[in-house]
């Protein structure tokens, strides 16, 4: 292997065995990798599928300040993704690397605000501004997470399907510690929110408030020790160019834009599913008693199906599989609307799972292949993963806040009423809008936009070749 010029950067990531960014990485490097995301799953699935039903049912804020908590929660994380991305690439080197400081030492603070987000305060008047101070405060620290980790993928290994298979590792980690959040949260929001409830009028609510965030925490802490122990980082130096000649750059290659506009509006679909289907259950297809098990089983679809699509898009292309994967979960979800049964609810979540995995790996997938062909095109620019990551995220959390409180205030005026147990037919009308008509649009702009995305299988395999004589 030929000696570093002392000008040239290139950081080189051993993972617990000191694997050699060339070699292929062992089963256990990528486990090490993969368990650092799960626990944000955990979180992340619990607010993604509950946090909107809890705050109009359990905290009985009215819809439009849930909906003003959602959407500047979701606002706030996606600003704080660049803000974040900036400090990262402009951090000092430790002796356990320039991103683990991030990863470890935000852990702590995310599980008390995680804590609090689902702690029902005892007074009332105040509640609004209690959820959206700690949501945001939530999404920020989460955010000090996700940036450093997720730009570690780039430097697993220079192997492009070494870096593949260490993504698919990782999201099905990531599934299934959706699938742990899920499961626990929403035992939790049945056992509070069935006929009984309804009965009582909320008598579960403390507990429920109380007890989500103790059930969950745990999980928050463990694979941050985990991933500090799997992950240490040796560096090379050399002075990268200033961030905002990077970003300029960033925002102006072509692939990433067309790849992240186009999951930008796939992800506003899958998020407009997952916030709105507990009470598109609940309130329009009279499924209260089923939900916690249909979500289930959506992600355990989704959880087994990761392998599957690993090898699809091994076999026949990342972008192949994105429109196949993606297309498959719209007439289902439509079928759900229509054909409003439990046997049906069933094979629409088997079905729906498949395509969440879809969108959880390929996005992931594709975004190395488009910072390699970034690296061919500006050969003198080094050290902005974190940009193409902390970006791609911004734009898809903001995007997906948006709709978010839109559809979260269009239960408002349809005259959600906050804490009853039966709602008024112009609601029932507006969750299947939510969960047929308007995911099914957002999902066909996306497609097209991808068709766009000009990085094939040959131009990612001419790239792998070039890179390669590059080293």
């Given amino acids: 292997r030929p000696k ?35 626990p944000n799953q955990v979180a992340g699935s619990a607010t993604a599928f509950f946090l909107q039903i809890y705050l109009l049912d359990v905290a009985q804020i009215n819809p439009f300040q849930a909906s003003m908590v959602l959407f500047t929660g979701k606002a706030w994380g996606a600003v704080s993704d660049p803000i974040v991305g900036f400090f990262v690439t402009k951090s000092r080197w430790t002796k356990i690397g320039r991103l683990m400081p991030w990863m470890v030492g935000c852990t702590p603070f995310v599980v008390v605000s995680y804590f609090y987000l689902w702690f029902v305060p005892p007074f009332t008047n105040g509640r609004f501004i209690w959820y ?41 980690m990531e599934v299934l510690g959706t699938l742990v959040g899920a499961a626990i949260q929403g035992q939790i929001v049945a056992s509070a929110h069935t006929l009984k409830h309804c009965r009582h009028h909320n008598v579960s609510a403390g507990h429920l408030g109380n007890s989500s965030g103790t059930e969950v925490i745990r999980s928050l802490a463990l694979s941050q020790d985990f991933l500090s122990h799997a992950v240490c980082i040796k560096d090379i130096t050399e002075k990268p160019i200033p961030f905002h000649k990077g970003f300029v750059l960033v925002m102006k290659h072509g692939p990433y ?27 329009a297809v009279d499924l209260r008693d089923h939900f916690q098990n ?42 759900l609307v229509f054909i409003p049964n439990l046997v049906v609810a069933y094979v629409v979540a088997v079905s729906s799972g498949l395509s969440v995995a879809a969108s959880l790996l390929l996005p992931w997938s594709m975004l190395p292949d488009v910072v ?10 080094k050290g902005h993963e974190a940009i193409f ?22 239960l408002e005026f349809a005259g959600y009423d906050t804490g009853a147990c039966r709602q008024p037919q112009a609601v029932a009308y507006t969750l299947k809008l939510l969960i047929g008509a308007a995911p099914v649009a957002f999902i066909i702009t996306g497609l097209m936009i991808l068709l766009l995305y000009p990085i094939s299988e040959d131009v990612r395999l001419q790239n792998k070749l070039a890179l390669e004589e590059l080293r």
């Fill in 257 to 283: 834009l067309t790849l992240t506009a186009a999951f930008l509006f796939i992800s506003v679909a899958i998020q407009l599913v997952q916030s709105n289907f507990v009470l598109f259950c609940t309130y």
């Fill in 4 to 38: 570093v010029s002392p000008g040239r950067k290139s950081l080189l990531f051993y993972l617990c065995s000191q694997t050699h960014p060339e070699q292929k990485l062992s089963v256990c490097s990528k486990l090490c990798f993969a368990i650092g995301g799960a």
């Fill in 132 to 172: 959206l101070g700690f949501y945001c405060l939530y999404q920020t620290l989460i955010t000090c997470f996700h940036v450093p980790y997720s730009a570690l993928t780039m430097f697993l290994s220079t192997d492009q399907r070494e870096r593949d298979s260490a993504t698919a590792y990782r999201m099905t």
């Fill in 389 to 410: 990551y902390s970006f791609y995220v911004f734009f898809t959390k903001f995007a997906a806040g948006i709709s978010l409180g839109v559809s979260t205030l269009c």
């Fill in 372 to 381: 390699d062909d970034f690296r061919l095109a500006n050969r003198n620019s």
């Fill in 294 to 335: 249909i979500v289930l089983t959506i992600l355990m679809s989704a959880a087994v199906s990761i392998p599957f699509w690993q090898w699809f898009l091994q076999k026949f292309g990342k972008k192949t599989a994105a429109f196949c994967g993606i297309t498959w979960i719209m007439p289902f979800t439509v079928m």
